[in-house]
DNA sequence: CTTTGTGCAAACGATTTGCAGGATG
DNA sequence: CATCCTGCAAATCGTTTGCACAAAG
């Protein structure tokens, strides 16, 4: 109760109005370790009983990312996907079976930055990773 | 001249056929330093005269994905760019203007991807700067 | 001649939009 | 009670597909 609490205090601060649509889709983004379309935040919302509608969540999401609560993450063609881990962090993607994990930010050290061409104005910076996830590796052997 | 045999034999190399348009779609992609969309490359070789279909020009990027003379570039929401530039190298993409650049493999050394959590096998992985580009900052002051 | 590529139009899937009614602060 | 959000359905955008014809090796 005190996480959802929590849930409605971020939203408020946000100065975004704390609707029951727009919680469970920040609720389920924050929720989940995956990184999820805006389809499968649907149909997992409506997984029991109709909660939110289609273009709802598209416009909750899309609110979300305004704000900086969620951001959007594009590493596969066709789909954006939405991440509720706004902290600075990097991204393992498996070319076998698609999975998107999160590296944190101290586990892939000593890019500088600074050497890059001038000119540029690099305001922030991440790493994606590609090759095959733990579980692919063991089923393909 | 040279240019355009070299391209022919590039192609035939990797077993696909020459046609005038297949030729046409990886000339203007190597001829430019963007990162076009496929509408992008379409609509720049019917400027004058149609010279192909969309859905060859699709074909065509895709058949040079598959064998590895063209990649795909996912940088932005929606749309799938094409890059004929496949030697490793990252990307700078302007948060103003959406323009992205191309930074040199060279220029951004010192990832130490062998630090990565175990279990995660690496094949390749690429740097996405993101920030605001020289055009765009002198534009805006 | 066999195989592969092209072009058209229709199909498709993800996302957006217009608008009327409803909930929030 | 003014504003913002929701839900529906239709619209849109980029991309894909089916199929008949044409071109390449």
Redesign the interface.
Known sequence: MRQQDAIIQTLKAKGLRVTPQRFAVYANLLDRCDHPTAEQVLSDLNQEAPTSSQSTVYTSLQALCEVGLVR?V?????V?RYDANVLPHHH?CC?CCGRI?D?AWE???????D???S????????????????QC?SANS
């Not at 586990?107 to 930055?113: A, C, K, P």
């Open positions: 959007e594009l590493l596969e063609e066709g954006c393992f070319r994990e590296i586990d892939l050290q000593g890019v500088s930055i050497r890059v061409r000119g540029l104005q690099v305001e922030s910076y991440e790493v994606t990773l590609r090759g095959c996830c733990e590796q």
